[in-house]
C-alpha cells in the first residue's frame, strides 16, 4: 500500500510577524512536488496561525503545536480543539518530547488529547520517543510501544493519524539515529500496529522521523522503505533564524521523495 510522503516543519516558539511573512514568501516561491505525492505542513506558534493560513499557498497546510484535552472553558492558556476548527487549522501536533518532559503530559493525558482533537475533525501528528537513558537501557521498544498503546486505547480511526517517531536524544544535539536505527524502530513500530490494532492500520499509516533531521542526512533515512517523511524542527529554525531561505530548506527535503517507491 502506498503512502504519501509528508515533510513537516516545526517552528516552535520563534519568529516576529516579519520573519514569518517571509518564510511564507519563500515557501509561496518554492518549486515542489505535486501533493499527489508529497504532503506538505509547516506549524507556526499559535499567534501566527491565522497570518500563515491566509498567506500560505493551498496545496501547503498549517498545524498547530498543540491543543488542550477537553472543550474550552476555564483554562487559563490553553487552545481548543474547537478553536482551531473554527481557524480552519486542519492539522495539530500532539505529544511532543518538549511538552512531555517540560510539562509533564503523561502518555493518557496525550491519548486524551489525540482522541479528542480526532473527535472534533483535526488531523493529528502524534509524537512518540525515547530518551538517551532508554536507549541506552534497551527499552526503547517499550517506550514508543507504551506511548503508542495509550493512543491505540483511545482510538479507532487512525486515518487523520501520522506516528512521528522523534528520539529525545537527538533533538537539538546535533545528534541523530542511523538510517538503520530509525528503519529498525520504524519496522517495529509496524509490527506492534499489526499485532495490536490491525494489519490494515501498520501497513497504511505513515510514520515519519524527527531528531535532528538535515539537508545532509535526509536522504539516507528517507531510502528507508519504512521511513515515510520527517518532523523537522532544529534545521527549519536555525533556516529561519539565519540568511539561508527556509524554501530553499523545504525544497531540499521535498525532493527527497523522488528516491521513494
Given at each position: 500500500m502506498g503512502r504519501k510522503f509528508f515533510v513537516g516543519g516545526n517552528w516552535k516558539c520563534n519568529g516576529t510577524i516579519e520573519e514569518v511573512k517571509k518564510i511564507v514568501e519563500t515557501l509561496n516561491a518554492g518549486q515542489v512536488p505535486s501533493p499527489d505525492v508529497v504532503e506538505v505542513v509547516v506549524s507556526p506558534p499559535f499567534v501566527f496561525l491565522p497570518i500563515v493560513k491566509s498567506l500560505l499557498r493551498p496545496e501547503f497546510h498549517v498545524a498547530a503545536q498543540n491543543c488542550w484535552v477537553k472543550k474550552?472553558?476555564?483554562?487559563?492558556?490553553?487552545?481548543?480543539?474547537?478553536?482551531?476548527?473554527?481557524?480552519?487549522?486542519?492539522?495539530?501536533?500532539?505529544?511532543?518530547?518538549?511538552?512531555?518532559?517540560?510539562?509533564?503530559?503523561?502518555?493518557?493525558?496525550?491519548?486524551?488529547?489525540?482522541?479528542?482533537?480526532?473527535?472534533?475533525?483535526?488531523?493529528?501528528?502524534?509524537?512518540?520517543?525515547?530518551?538517551?537513558e532508554q536507549r541506552e537501557a534497551g527499552s526503547t521498544m517499550d517506550v514508543v510501544a507504551t506511548q503508542t498503546?495509550?493512543?491505540?486505547?483511545?482510538?479507532?480511526?487512525?486515518?487523520?493519524?501520522?506516528?512521528?517517531?522523534?528520539?529525545?536524544?537527538?533533538?537539538?544535539?546535533?545528534?541523530?539515529?542511523?538510517?538503520?536505527?530509525?528503519?529498525?524502530?520504524?519496522?517495529?513500530?509496524?509490527?506492534?500496529?499489526?499485532?495490536?490494532?490491525?494489519?490494515?492500520?501498520?501497513?497504511?499509516?505513515?510514520?515519519?522521523?524527527?531528531?535532528?533531521?538535515?539537508?545532509?542526512?535526509?536522504?539516507?533515512?528517507?531510502?528507508?522503505?519504512?521511513?515515510?517523511?520527517?518532523?523537522?524542527?532544529g534545521a527549519s529554525l536555525k533556516v529561519m533564524m539565519s540568511t539561508i531561505p527556509l524554501g530553499v530548506w523545504l525544497v531540499g527535503f521535498l525532493t527527497i521523495y523522488l528516491s521513494k517507491d
Open positions: 474550552g472553558g476555564a483554562f487559563t492558556g490553553e487552545v481548543s480543539a474547537e478553536m482551531l476548527v473554527n481557524l480552519d487549522i486542519p492539522w495539530v501536533i500532539l505529544g511532543h518530547s518538549e511538552r512531555r518532559a517540560l510539562l509533564g503530559e503523561s502518555n493518557e493525558f496525550v491519548g486524551d488529547k489525540v482522541a479528542y482533537a480526532l473527535s472534533k475533525g483535526l488531523k493529528v501528528i502524534a509524537c512518540i520517543g525515547e530518551t538517551l498503546k495509550a493512543i491505540a486505547e483511545r482510538i479507532s480511526d487512525w486515518s487523520n493519524v501520522v506516528l512521528a517517531y522523534e528520539p529525545v536524544w537527538p533533538i537539538g544535539t546535533g545528534k541523530v539515529a542511523t538510517p538503520a536505527q530509525a528503519q529498525e524502530v520504524h519496522v517495529e513500530l509496524r509490527k506492534w500496529l499489526h499485532a495490536n490494532v490491525s494489519p490494515e492500520v501498520a501497513a497504511s499509516i505513515r510514520i515519519i522521523y524527527g531528531g535532528s533531521v538535515s539537508g545532509a542526512n535526509c536522504n539516507e533515512l528517507a531510502a528507508n522503505p519504512d521511513v515515510d517523511g520527517f518532523l523537522v524542527g
